[in-house]
C-alpha cells in the first residue's frame, strides 16, 4: 500500500502522489503525462488532474503501478478505473482507438497490472477470431482475469523473454492456455512451457502470428509480428522520448549488442506500423515511417556500438 508517511517531497500539493517506493518504471509517465514526470531518479506527481478524463488516467497508472507506489489522500470510485482494463489501443487493422478505431472488442489492448517482478514491463491482450493472445504477463489479478474472461479468455500466451514472465503459470492454469518462450530463454520458472521455439529462423503460430527470434538483450529474446501491423517487441526496441526515435537499450542489453544490431537488421524487410515494447515507450507510424525509423534506429545502433 502507499504511504502517506513515505510521500516524495517531489511532488506537488494536493490529493494524488508518488511514494518512495517507486522503482522508476516509467509506466505511470506514459501514462498520464498530464499528472506524472520524473523528479531524481523517481516518478512524482507534478500536477494534480485538472478534468475527469486526467483523474481517470492518473487512477488507471496507480492501479497499473507494480510497487503500488502511488496514493490518493482523497477517496475515488475505482469502479470505472478497475473496469477500464485491458485498455484497448487499435483495432486489429492498425488504427488507433483514440482516432475512431473499428467497434470492439477485436484488437490489441494493454493489460494494465504491471507486476514489480517484471520490473513493471507492460504486457498486451490480442482479441481476436482465431485465438486470444497474451503477450508477456501481468499480475494475476482478479478484476482484469475477469474482464478477459469475458472478451473470451487466453489461447496463447507468448513470452517475448526471460525477465517478463512473472505470473505466467498462474495464466496458464486458469486460461490453459499454450506458452511461447525461445528455448534460450527458458528457465526453471518456465522448464514446462509448452513450446520452445529453437534456433534463429522465424516460426508462424498461425496465418496471423510470427515469432521472430531476435537475440541481443537475452539470448532467446524475440518479438511477436502480428498480421503486418502490430510488432511486439519486449525489451528488444521502443520508442526514446528523450532521443525522438526507435532504440535499443544500449545500457541494458544483457548479451550481446553486436546481435541485437543484426536482429534489428532482419526486420527491416518486415512490414508494421506499430512497435509495442515491454519497456520503453510504444509507437504508431505509417508504414513508410516506420520503415524510415527502423533504418534511422540500426543506423544509430551502428554508431552506438
Ligand atoms: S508506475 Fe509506480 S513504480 Fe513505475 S514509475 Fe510510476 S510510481 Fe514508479
Avoid at 509448452?194 to 508462424?204: F, H, N, S, T, Y
Wanted: with cysteine; aromatic share 8%; charged share 25%.
Amino acid at each position: 500500500m502507499p504511504s502517506p508517511a513515505l510521500r516524495r517531497p517531489e511532488n506537488i500539493a494536493g490529493d494524488l502522489y508518488v511514494d518512495d517506493t517507486c522503482i522508476d518504471c516509467d509506466t505511470c509517465r506514459w501514462m498520464a503525462p498530464d499528472t506524472f514526470d520524473r523528479a531524481g531518479e523517481k516518478s512524482r506527481v507534478h500536477r494534480q488532474p485538472r478534468t475527469p478524463a486526467e483523474l481517470q488516467r492518473a487512477l488507471m497508472a496507480l492501479v497499473a503501478c507494480p510497487t503500488a507506489s502511488i496514493g490518493a489522500a482523497e477517496h475515488h470510485d475505482m469502479k470505472p478505473v478497475l473496469a477500464a482494463f485491458p485498455d484497448r489501443l487499435a483495432d486489429l487493422a492498425g488504427q488507433p482507438a483514440a482516432d475512431g478505431a473499428a467497434p470492439g472488442p477485436q484488437g490489441v489492448y494493454h493489460c494494465g497490472y504491471h507486476h514489480e517482478d517484471s520490473f513493471g514491463a507492460t504486457s498486451y491482450l490480442v482479441v481476436r477470431p482465431a485465438g486470444n493472445v497474451l503477450v508477456d504477463s501481468p499480475r494475476f489479478a482478479a478484476p482484469l482475469v475477469k474482464r478477459i474472461e469475458a472478451l473470451g479468455g487466453v489461447r496463447t500466451l507468448f513470452l517475448t523473454h526471460q525477465d517478463d514472465v512473472a505470473d505466467q503459470d498462474k495464466w496458464h492454469k486458469h486460461f490453459g492456455c499454450e506458452r511461447v518462450l525461445h528455448a534460450a530463454d527458458v528457465h526453471a520458472a518456465t522448464r514446462d512451457v509448452e513450446r520452445k521455439i529453437e534456433g534463429d529462423a522465424p516460426v508462424r503460430l498461425d496465418d496471423e502470428l510470427t515469432v521472430i527470434p531476435t537475440p541481443g538483450h537475452t539470448a532467446g529474446s524475440a518479438c511477436l509480428l502480428l498480421g503486418d501491423q502490430f510488432l511486439f517487441t519486449g525489451d528488444h526496441l521502443a520508442w526514446s522520448e528523450r532521443r525522438g526515435q526507435i532504440v535499443g537499450f544500449r545500457d541494458a542489453c544483457w548479451y550481446d549488442w553486436g546481435q541485437l544490431v543484426e536482429s534489428t537488421r532482419k526486420l527491416l524487410s518486415r512490414r508494421f506500423t506499430w512497435i509495442l515494447p515491454g519497456h520503453g515507450r510504444r509507437c504508431h507510424f505509417p508504414p513508410e515511417e516506420m520503415a524510415r525509423q527502423m533504418q534511422r534506429c540500426v543506423e544509430w545502433m551502428e554508431g552506438a556500438a
